[in-house]
């Protein structure tokens, strides 16, 4: 608003960066004005829209919502990879649905410690309780896991979960 007011629109990356935020942060209403703001300036749906859109709806448990969008852009021949199920995968962590979590894994042609360590931290947050499945899944590459891992295990210790961070 204040952007617009100087004579400063939004541009495409700025959009993308304020749909990114308010997805994240479970915000979906804004997020699909500002959606509607962008398609009325022409800018295109891109991947990384998509992506955006499908952590926000999943990391609500609104997995259909997310699985609507990969269709559309079946739909609309708009080529989509496989960081879609990355999001996903965050989402459902988020959420703290394991099953979720699980089967959107399974569609990743490979899962990287990082990926993991992420969900942990995503799921972590609100579902603590949760995240043994995905410790037990780790670590994928022995030699680089002790430089990746040190965030998501300062976020365990920070947090009293040393029983988690030992694990990791």
């Known amino acids: 608003s204040k952007m617009k007011k100087a004579g400063s629109p939004p541009n495409q990356g700025t959009?993308?960066?304020?749909?990114?935020?308010?997805?994240?942060n479970g915000e979906m209403e804004k997020a699909l004005e500002y959606l509607e703001e962008r398609?009325?300036?022409?800018?295109?749906?891109?991947e990384n829209i998509v992506k955006s859109l499908i952590l926000g709806h999943a990391g609500l448990g609104q997995i259909s919502e997310g699985e609507k969008?990969?269709?559309l852009m079946n739909d609309k021949n708009i080529h989509w990879g496989k960081g879609c199920y990355f999001e996903f995968v965050h989402g459902c962590a988020k959420f703290g649905d394991v099953d979720g979590t699980e089967f959107f894994l399974k569609r990743c042609d490979y899962i990287t410690d990082q990926l993991l360590l992420t969900a942990v931290q995503a799921m972590h947050?609100?579902?603590?309780?949760?995240?043994?499945?995905?410790?037990?899944?780790?670590?994928?590459?022995?030699?680089?896991?002790?430089?990746i891992c040190r965030r998501t295990v300062k976020l365990l210790v920070e947090n009293g979960d040393l029983e988690s961070a030992w694990k990791i």
Do not use: Q, W
């Open 39 to 46: 398609s009325e300036k022409n800018l295109p749906v891109t």
């Open 15 to 24: 959009y993308a960066y304020l749909l990114h935020h308010l997805c994240k």
């Open 125 to 147: 947050k609100n579902h603590p309780d949760r995240i043994g499945f995905l410790l037990d899944k780790m670590p994928r590459n022995v030699e680089l896991f002790s430089s």
């Open 69 to 71: 969008l990969l269709k």
